[in-house]
């Protein structure tokens, strides 16, 4: 019988377990709402695009309405946002004054750019700056013109994420739990709202993930095919064809690479995904050829598999890395670019341009690795999962009855970069479960979901003498989303559950649902920079951490 996502035991037909169908969607909850059958069956069918749909409206009206307020260059968008500029300029990045004085230019009522193009040396590579330049290049140096595309990209973020988590658990309601879960997060809304480079990043990491799923049906379904039948028609398990199978283009693993390289090209903590996915697509094919009776899985798999899928992967990320580069490469003054002109020695047989480059990136990593500035918001990655503190990107006390303060006291304005609470304690909890799920169950989709955590949050335990903040964690979220609707989906039980259960077990998992919309509605105010009484303010600052 299958369970919440789950196929197995071993009575499941065989080409069942090596790609799991998707369920039939049912009416009966439309049912439940007063719809006719006729209506309840076309709206069942269209679940599984209406369901995510309806999600990211959601996800679009939080994160595109007044996206241009704060009229501010919040925290490090004086960098990017600037960055971005200068390389729709130049295709590099030029140098501009400090941010005292180029912040109230460019944000003047007639803005003056004062950019020169002069190489500047940055501390991270240019594709998100370029995808910051999108929105520039469409609505102008602004506020909302520079938000603009992180806003777009953490609205399609949910819809990717529905999407996900229906494949993954072979389940629509899930997949749009994880999505509104991923909606309402208030890490999510402050990042998609703030030119930044971490949301770019999870982006590309989370299109990489989802490509990575499809291409883990398409080759499952392709073995399968290749099984033998009986004379019903049923897949056979065959240790030679499981073994000897061999694997075509394929397409989706070479879009995650791409997309891997994208996220690389951003920050470099995406190098994290790369090394982990790489590992975890080989994983999956040694589970599938384990499945379709292959009698040396980890041989087929390194004689077959490893060679294509690490060449899909890493090669293809590398290209895309170096194709971010190609307005510095053709530029004549972005920082370091002839530096290894007319240098002779051991390396001088690879091409000047690439090696100013490497030089160029090696003492970007020296800088990054040796940031040790104190900073009011830094926190150790220990306490990111608990909210322990919060990054404050904007805040303003306006006076009583001015700057949209209507109180005779004080107020507050505030841009926090801070989780959802209630969801971000579930999903420590959550998290404990899929681990649990994954060592003693060995349930591959919480092994997935724990490989993105770990691959996004681990590496920070690296630096922890370094400058870092809280809400580098926004990388991660969307796996944090699935581990919470896979921990719920557990919860609310298989389709067989008893009359009892079927009743406590809902109301249950809806509970935790409306308390966490309600947690996120509460804060939603130092999310947006809604101007509130001071009183009202502080009623939110549940931890002295926060302050």
Known sequence: MRRFGYVGPPHVPLRDRLVAPFPVPGTRVWRVLGLSPAWAGRLARRSPWGGPLLVTLLAAWLRFRQLGS?????????YYAKDAWSLLRFGYEGTWPDGEVADPQILAPSPVVPLSGDGAFVAHPPTGKWVIAAGEWMFGLDPFGWRFMTALLGTLSVLMLCRIGRRLFRSTLLGCLAGTLMAVDGLHLVMSRTALLDLVVMFFVLAAFGCLLLDRDHARARLAAALPTDGHGRALPDGRTADTAGTSVRPWRLAAGVCLGLAASTKWNGLYFLVAFVLLSLLWDVGSRRVAGARHPWRAVLRKDACRSVLSLVPVALLTYLAAWTGWFLSDRGYGRHWADGRGGTWSWIPAPLRSLWHYEAAVYRFNVGLHSPHTYESNPWSWLPLGRPVLFHYESPEGGTGGCRTTADCSETVLALGTPLLWWTACAALVYLLYRWALRRDWRAGAVLCAVGAGYLPWFLYQDRTIF????????????????????ALLGPPGTDAARRTWRPVAVGTIVLLIVWNFVWFLSLYTGQTIPYADW????WLDTWV
């Open 70 to 78: 704060p009229r501010a260059v919040v925290f490090d968008e004086t």
């Open 470 to 489: 809280s809400f580098y964690a926004v990388v991660f979220v969307p796996y944090v989303c699935l581990a919470v609707a896979m921990a719920l989906g």
């Open 538 to 541: 502080r009623a939110r600052m």
